[in-house]
């Protein structure tokens, strides 16, 4: 009886043995086969130390914006004339300013095509915002995004109403319109 079982325990072993050669070999060939497959080496940028803090601070394209805006102040201190300002419509740009400056103004940047005012009363109870974008070169529709925020004052208290999309639409037409028209002018110069 003893030896039966030793016996069983034996062939126990010898497979467990043999299932654990098997797994090592398998392993060893994977690993043989991926250190052959040989390593593909991308070229990484070389950034110094405080570009690499930057990155990691605030993302990817923070050197690429760091560049742009090196690129404006070389063209404002007259050390490079090669600055290219297509981002945006300049007749477009300059009658959307014009359009909205009868409002007090809070940001306006041309590089980025901004516009945001500041809150404008229209009447003792009611009083509006405007973030204007100007998106691109052309001139139409999709050239020109407005969002019109307006509140109104319910029991001495500033409250938010919907935006107001008929007026952002009566507002883009208007600063199309006008700059088409300044546009025929210009070329008729």
């Not at 030896?3 to 497979?15: G, M, P, Q, R």
């Not at 991926?34 to 930057?54: A, D, H, N, V």
């Not at 509006?128 to 969002?147: A, G, H, Q, R």
Request: with cysteine; hydrophobic share 40%.
């Amino acid at each position: 009886m003893i030896c039966s079982e030793f016996d069983k325990f034996n062939v126990y072993i010898c497979l467990i043995m043999k299932i654990i050669s098997k797994i090592l070999i398998c392993i060893s060939f994977f690993a043989i086969f991926l250190t052959s497959c040989g390593y593909i080496e991308t070229k990484k940028p070389e950034y110094t130390y405080e570009q690499e803090r930057r990155i990691g601070k605030y993302g990817d394209g923070v050197l690429e914006t760091e560049e742009k805006w090196k690129k404006a102040f070389d063209t404002l201190l007259g050390n490079e004339t090669t600055f290219e300002t297509g981002e945006v419509n300049d007749i477009l740009w300059n009658t959307a300013l014009d359009k909205i400056s009868f409002m007090p103004l809070n940001s306006v940047d041309k590089l980025s095509g901004t516009i945001i005012t500041e809150w404008h009363e229209i009447n003792p109870t009611q009083k509006i915002k405007i973030n204007l974008f100007v998106k691109n070169t052309m001139l139409d529709d999709s050239s020109l995004s407005i969002k019109v925020f307006e509140e109104k004052l319910v029991d001495n208290i500033w409250a938010k109403s919907d935006r107001n999309t008929d007026l952002e639409l009566k507002i883009a037409q208007s600063i199309l319109d006008a700059a088409r028209k300044l546009k025929i002018a210009s070329e008729n110069l």
